[in-house]
């Protein structure tokens, strides 16, 4: 899997299969042009990588030019192609092979046509190394295709998302899996912080921390922060129902995210079946909970180091340390169980190096 800006790719054809295709498209060529010097047309940004190889493989006496056209800006085609290098004058009376690296709709094609009608070109075919059959509409013949693939946005080999990976030497399609919401467990001192703030870069997650969350609307005043903090006035708890609008209201505000890090929420059983229902009706669910297991031993040495730094006092005291591991206890217990029956609960070993502990949660939500 790879990130090219906010979007996440992951292989498609490897740079073995691409190059057979090309070779194979090079000999079929050849073989229609083997007594005449026929003029390959590359059609820019995409098909640099693809006239380079072709030419090396391509066997007798030829020329090439290029011309430039554009009709993409991100992931979706702009429908307004546009002519940015004009056809070049030296093909007038030879042969023309047009190199594109993809035909999908055929809106490209056209122009392309359109710019060679003008010229008094001795034969005109064209050539693509993908092709998209169930999108093309089929105006004009392509008389060379090196792979048909389905309509899938791609990358690398020449092509590119808004610029970036057209160095990628194979090709990578867009990740389209569902989003993935996970709900991060954890004693104190597990590393729980620390490796959300790893998965949510390398998954584009957002980790919605509860506590943050409550800090946040407190602080500014919010509606629901003002009634929440009305309760804790109280000496009450905070309802879930207004826990679980301020959690609706962080995943309305990322509609980019491909999936939410839930850290802090749920603690019960009936907190789990609330951000179930509050889920669906997102068309969401939890795909999987995440517990960092650790031995308390090792986590109360870690959480007294951090207190000569962080200053907290119940990072300073094992008796307080010892008292939040046992509440730990007595509230997941249930939550485990809830989660069990969903076959959606997994225990991963938190003692390590951070890269060791980060591999092992990528290995569980790699294989969601």
């Known amino acids: 899997m790879i ?18 295709a090309i070779e194979r498209m090079a000999l079929e060529i050849a073989a229609d042009y083997k007594d005449s010097v026929p003029v390959f047309v590359g059609v820019l940004n995409g098909a640099f990588m693809f006239v380079s190889d072709f030419l090396k493989a391509y066997p007798h006496p030829c020329e090439v030019s290029f011309v430039r056209l ?34 999908d709709t055929g809106r490209t094609l056209k122009q392309l046509v359109h710019l060679f009608s003008n010229t008094n070109v001795k034969e005109f075919k064209i050539a693509s190394l993908f092709y998209k059959p169930s999108v093309y509409n089929g105006e004009y013949t392509i008389d060379y295709v090196g792979m048909e693939i389905p309509n899938n946005f791609i990358v690398g080999y ?23 919401n996970l709900v991060l467990f954890g004693k104190p001192g ?13 998954y584009n997650l957002k980790h919605i921390s509860t506590g943050d969350v409550f800090r946040y609307n407190i602080k500014n005043g919010t509606e629901l922060g003002t009634l929440a903090k009305s309760y804790i006035d109280r000496g009450d708890l905070v309802p ?53 297991e650790a031995d308390d031993d090792i986590l109360v040495s870690r959480l007294l180091e951090r207190g000569k730094e962080s200053g907290r006092s119940d990072d300073q005291d094992e008796s307080k340390i010892r008292n939040r591991f046992d509440e730990y206890n007595e509230k997941t217990a ?27 949660l990528s290995a569980v ?3 969601l």
């Open 334 to 360: 249930p939550l485990r169980e809830y989660y069990e029956e969903q076959g959606k609960f997994h225990s991963v070993n938190g003692i390590g190096e951070i890269t060791e502990i980060t591999e092992r």
């Open 240 to 292: 879930d129902e207004v826990t679980i609008n301020m959690l609706k209201d962080e995943v309305e505000k990322n509609p980019e995210a491909a999936g939410f890090i839930f850290d802090g929420f749920p603690r019960t059983a009936a907190q789990a079946q609330a951000l179930d229902n509050f889920l669906e009706t997102k068309d969401m669910k939890v795909n999987a909970t995440i517990a960092l």
């Open 158 to 180: 020449g092509l590119d998302y808004n610029e970036l990976g057209r160095n990628l030497r194979a090709v990578y399609q867009l990740n389209e899996s569902h989003m993935i």
């Open 190 to 202: 597990a590393g729980k912080g620390t490796q959300a703030g790893f998965l949510k870069e390398k």
């Open 3 to 20: 990130k090219l800006h906010d979007k996440f790719f992951k292989p498609f054809l490897s740079e073995e299969e691409i190059l057979s």
């Open 365 to 367: 939500i790699n294989a």
């Open 70 to 103: 554009s009709s993409y800006q991100g992931l979706t085609s702009t429908g307004i192609v546009e002519s940015l290098l004009d056809v070049p004058e030296e093909v007038e009376g030879k042969s023309v092979v047009i190199l594109e690296d993809v035909i």
